[in-house]
């Protein structure tokens, strides 16, 4: 089976900075990468598609980037509300597996 | 637009088995997969396996195969998890999702169900 590994598992920074995930996977899979942002008590909420299709509503602020192998969600000037953990989930194939996760928090 | 509503919480003794609903309002599952997708106290996200509502194929994750079971009603407007011989490990948050489309991300996601196993 394909392996996601996210770096790094925690980050903390400061309101305005630009914070950059990555996520790698252990053979290529195309686009076929997604990220979801998921806040304490709540389930997931999907932010980007297809690698960098940013899904409606999501602010502008967040951007993916990658192809096969590495992948990136960029957060281009970090807000309060922001906080939470990321993750990055693969769905070429079965098993649809998910990155161990990003916790984000604010300095 | 569609939401997917899960059951309230459960609490099991080791060895016994549980049993998830969801359930779809606003439209039926026709069209969509539908995921489930576990998360344990404190920790990340662990995809569990698929259903097509409508023909009713299955895909599981390794980890689970023999002891985890998909369903769905003919309505096709609920599915159902059940997994059966349980452990403490297994104290997780069970959640739903519908995967947008043919190989796509999980769009819609349930609210959660709660199972600890004590």
């Known amino acids: 089976d394909i392996q996601m590994t996210q770096s790094p598992s925690s980050l903390s920074t400061s309101v305005g900075d630009r914070v950059t995930i990555t996520c790698r996977a252990s053979?290529?899979?195309?686009?076929?990468l997604a990220w979801y942002q998921q806040k304490p008590g709540k389930p997931p909420k999907v932010l980007i598609c297809?690698?960098?299709t940013l899904q409606s509503g999501v602010p502008s602020r967040f951007s993916g980037s990658g192809s096969g192998t590495d992948f990136t969600l960029t957060i281009s000037s970090l807000q309060p509300e922001d906080v939470a953990t990321y993750y990055c989930?693969?769905?070429?194939?079965?098993?649809?597996?998910f990155g161990q996760g990003t916790k984000l928090e604010i300095k | 637009q569609v939401q997917l509503v899960q059951a309230g919480g459960e609490v099991k003794k080791p060895g016994a088995s549980v049993k998830v609903s969801c359930k779809a309002s606003?439209?039926?599952?026709?069209?969509?997969?539908l995921h489930w997708v576990r998360q344990a106290p404190g920790q990340g996200l662990e995809w569990m396996g698929w259903?097509?509502?409508?023909?009713?194929?299955?895909n599981y994750a390794r980890e689970f195969q023999g002891r985890f079971t998909m369903t769905r009603d003919t309505s096709i407007t609920t599915v159902y998890m059940e997994l059966s011989r349980l452990r403490f490990d297994d104290t997780a948050v069970y959640y739903c999702?519908?995967?947008?489309?043919?190989?796509?991300?999980?769009?819609?996601w349930g609210q959660g169900t709660t199972v600890t196993v004590s």
């Open positions: 297809g690698a960098s």
């Open positions: 259903i097509n509502p409508n023909s009713g194929a299955t």
């Open positions: 053979q290529g899979i195309s686009n076929s």
């Open positions: 999702a519908r995967e947008n489309g043919d190989h796509n991300a999980m769009d819609v």
């Open positions: 606003g439209n039926t599952l026709t069209n969509y997969y």
């Open positions: 989930q693969k769905y070429d194939r079965a098993p649809y597996s």
